[in-house]
């Protein structure tokens, strides 16, 4: 049983420090939102997250984790202090290194001698450096530490399955063998492949990794465009490729929106401004997401042939979480893609599974509905952003009934184009 300090319950450490006290260890949470940590105090589940909050509830009633908003409560008792806090993009693109500088200079003087600090949030190539310069600034009284640099990859909506079973390990270390030695033990139930290496390279790990899948979508989402001029149809054209073991099936299911999320799109942009600072010129990086923005304008394009013009239309919307299975909104393409049915005029009606708490805040001039077809009735359009099950399951003999228009932009092809066009659908599906 190891003791561990979380630092950010967020999406990634909540995941995380309830995981680590499931495998037995004695977990704290610490975060600087006092409402979350009352939140999580009390077992309630801050985020949607498939079979989190169940989780959280049973640790929190076995007592082998606890939340509190101060480090003095946590870190001095912790041989893994777990850094797990956001780190957005800036306006130039660069990583936002704020929140880490934070938590860095808040656990260096609660530290106990030999702890382990594992850099966890996803942070640029050279943080290795970055937070251990910072914590030796606050060190005066000769106590050891290691900085390790451990980057995250689970998924959102399955994070609590891909937090047990990752398909790696990434484990980053200058010098300190004895400290990664700790910590394959530490993650030794996980039965993971692990590998070491210097903390440069694991920090590249995870840019390189998120900027490959976030690659292999924008290069779908190209052909898509390219299989509705000459007559092809993308689904089909993905499943083909698929087969093939160099390129796999993954991450090649086109979508109107591009893709968004808190990870993909920032990632992308830090790697092009790491790229340039270190004098490159990432044509590939830059590719990638002005192909990604091309979709989202894309999208509200087909919207205004299919409907003439967007001003005073009643426009629906179905999905709006950046993916399914969660209630994350952050970059997600229906924010950017109601904006725009917004500035030309139209009233949106919008329905998501998880995210109507988030959209609130995020989508102020948006109608939210109950249910999918109150969103849909009356409208001139429907727009299905997210592939949420609900709606591969909807009744869609009667949303054609109650819409005025019944035009579909099926933005993630849940559905067949010939029943819909049968049901009496104007279909309009992505790369068809
Ligand atoms: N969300 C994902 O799917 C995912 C996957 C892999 C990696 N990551 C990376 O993990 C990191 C965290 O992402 P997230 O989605 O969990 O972010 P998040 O915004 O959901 O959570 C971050 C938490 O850190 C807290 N925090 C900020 N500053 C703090 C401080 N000084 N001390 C204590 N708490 C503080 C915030 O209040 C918040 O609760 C990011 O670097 C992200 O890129 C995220």
Known sequence: MAQISIIGTGYVGLVYGVAFADLGNDVVGVDIDADKIEQLKAGECPIYEPRLPELLRSNLQSGRISFTTEYADAVPQSEFVFICVDTPSTPTGEADMRAVRSAATMLAGHLRDG??????????IGSGDFVTSIISEHITDGREFSVISNPEFLREGNAVADV?????????????HD?????????????????VTDRRSAEMVKYASNSFLATKLSFINEMAQICERVG??????????????RIGPHF????????????????????????????????????????????????????????GDLFQKDIAVWGLSFKENTDDMR??????????????????RA???????????????VQLCGNPYDAATGADALCVITPWNEFKQANMGKVVEIMRNPVLLDGRNLYSPN?????????????K
Do not use: W
């Open 115 to 124: 702890a382990i600090v594992v850099n966890k949030s996803t942070m640029p």
């Open 164 to 176: 047990f079973h990752p398909d790696r390990i990434i484990l980053g270390t200058d010098n300190d």
């Open 179 to 195: 400290a990664v030695e700790q910590l394959k033990v530490l993650y030794r139930a996980l039965d993971a492949p692990i590998v």
């Open 232 to 245: 092809a149809d993308v689904s089909v054209v993905a499943e083909g490729m698929g087969y093939d073991e």
């Open 252 to 307: 090649l299911q086109a979508s109107g929106g591009g893709f968004g999320g808190s990870c993909f799109p920032k990632d992308v942009r830090a790697l092009a401004h790491i790229a340039h600072e270190a004098d490159c010129h990432p044509q590939l990086l830059h590719a990638v997401m002005e192909i990604n923005q091309d979709q989202r304008r894309r999208f509200v394009k087909r919207l205004q042939e299919k409907t």
């Open 331 to 348: 970059e997600s393409p229906s924010l950017d893609i109601i904006t725009m049915m917004l500035s030309r005029g139209a009233n949106v």
């Open 351 to 365: 329905y998501d599974p998880a995210a109507m708490d988030r959209a609130r805040e995020e989508l102020p001039k």
């Open 419 to 431: 029943v819909m066009t049968d049901l009496g659908f104007t279909y309009v599906g992505v790369g």
